[in-house]
């Protein structure tokens, strides 16, 4: 896809459901043992600490790594270990909230870099750019027709630094001068389709997507809305929270979200808190959706709440928990539980197959889900198709 957020500085490419569990019951659980393990890592340390050349008295790198390897020794491909400087930052990205200067740009059919969108209340709003401006240079470097990223490399993205923009719009060139600093982008998208459906893009069960849902979902009733699409394509997931929070919103009370089982067989039962909205609805998945996505579109579809539309689903049906590290203060996630939808389906490895096959074309599939052309968007097309029957 061509589409890439001018102000993110990393991004989180694997497919995730996690939640931080608290780290009380676990010491409380080990604070006895000093098991082999421990002893090992104790002794390795000794003889670095005593023979090792270049050995420095500052240990907290070799502590980091050493947790490092333990968590990429447990074979779970989810598992990791963050410092407290990358937790951090994590759970900024997880938050959408980036330091730069807010717009969304695209390499567009005249190969020029074209911005697509402007979000409010950032650096690049306040100075003025616009959507459909064209970027000719950032920072004295114009574009040469290189990678998109490589050419957003320009931009000065730490708090207070200054970015000079040149930009192209209409036959006029202006500049402009832009300070980057802390900006947050939206989670969710809307729009009218018709006079009577609405639609919905939550790109990430994080941040703060579960309040823009319900803004989206309160906007376009007051413009009519009478059946809805909400589309899951590509998003990866995120917090369990929230995809609970966000099935809560389409079903009724008491209806069960998802069933939690750890390796011991304990089983714990999420079940709706509110009676939610009673409205005809097509939910859109890819296999790009994954994780808290196919927790959500695994509810909706088994209580009849959804028509799913789109192609088989990532098949991640897994959750991840985050512990402290109190000695570090970083933080270890590994796999903890496996979920099953309400009927009882897990969909590790498996996936959800949708209601209606529908394949997008390789054209359709160089675009972001918000920027497919409707005339190639046949899993939209279809949506509408069925809503209007």
């Known amino acids: 896809m061509w589409i890439v957020l001018a102000f993110v500085l990393a991004i989180l490419l694997t497919a995730s459901l996690t939640f931080v569990a608290t780290w009380a019951a676990v010491r ?42 333990i968590a990429a020794a447990t074979g779970d491909h989810y598992a990791e270990y963050y410092t407290a400087e990358e ?4 759970t900024k990205q997880n938050d959408r909230t980036f330091v730069g200067i807010g717009i969304l740009t695209q390499i567009n059919e005249n190969n020029n870099v074209e911005i697509l969108d402007v979000y409010s209340n950032t650096p690049a709003s306040e100075a003025g750019l616009l959507p459909g401006d064209i970027i000719q240079e950032i920072n004295g470097v114009a574009y040469d027709g290189s990678e998109l990223s490589a050419f ?82 590509d998003n990866l997931g995120g917090s369990l929270y929230s995809a609970l929070d966000i099935a809560d919103i389409f079903l009724p009370k008491n209806y069960i979200v998802t069933t939690l089982r750890t390796r011991d067989g304990h089983i714990t039962e999420y079940k709706t808190d509110e009676s939610g909205i009673d409205i005809r609805m097509v939910l859109l998945v890819n296999e790009y959706s994954a994780s808290a996505s196919e927790l959500v579109a695994g509810a909706l579809k088994d209580h009849g709440a959804a028509y799913l539309i789109g192609t088989r689903t990532y098949g991640k049906g897994i959750v991840q928990s985050f512990y402290e590290i109190p000695e570090t203060k970083g933080y270890i996630k590994i796999t903890t539980d496996a979920y099953y939808t309400p009927n009882g389906v897990c969909v590790q490895d498996e996936g959800i197959l949708p209601d209606q096959i529908t394949e997008l074309s390789e054209e359709a599939k160089q675009y972001s889900i918000d920027r497919i ?11 509408i198709a069925y809503l209007e029957d």
Do not use: W
């Open 152 to 233: 957003l490399s320009n931009v000065r993205a730490l708090d207070g630094e200054t970015n000079s923009f040149v930009i192209l719009r209409g036959e006029e060139t202006l500049s402009f001068d832009i300070v980057a600093r802390e900006v947050h982008t939206p989670a969710v998208s809307y729009r009218m389709l018709t006079d009577k459906i609405g639609y919905i893009h939550i790109q990430t069960f994080h941040g703060t997507c579960v309040e823009e849902t319900k803004d989206a979902m309160k906007a376009l009733r007051e413009s009519g809305m009478m059946y809805l699409v909400l589309d899951l394509r």
């Open 87 to 90: 937790y951090a930052e994590l």
């Open 373 to 383: 052309p409707y005339e190639l968007d046949t899993q939209l097309q279809a949506a």
């Open 28 to 69: 409380a659980k080990y604070a006895d043992e000093n098991g082999h393990l421990v002893q090992s890592v104790r002794e390795i340390r000794n003889i670095i600490r005593d023979h090792f050349y270049y050995y420095q008295e500052d240990e907290n790198e070799l502590t980091e790594a050493v947790l490092k390897g």
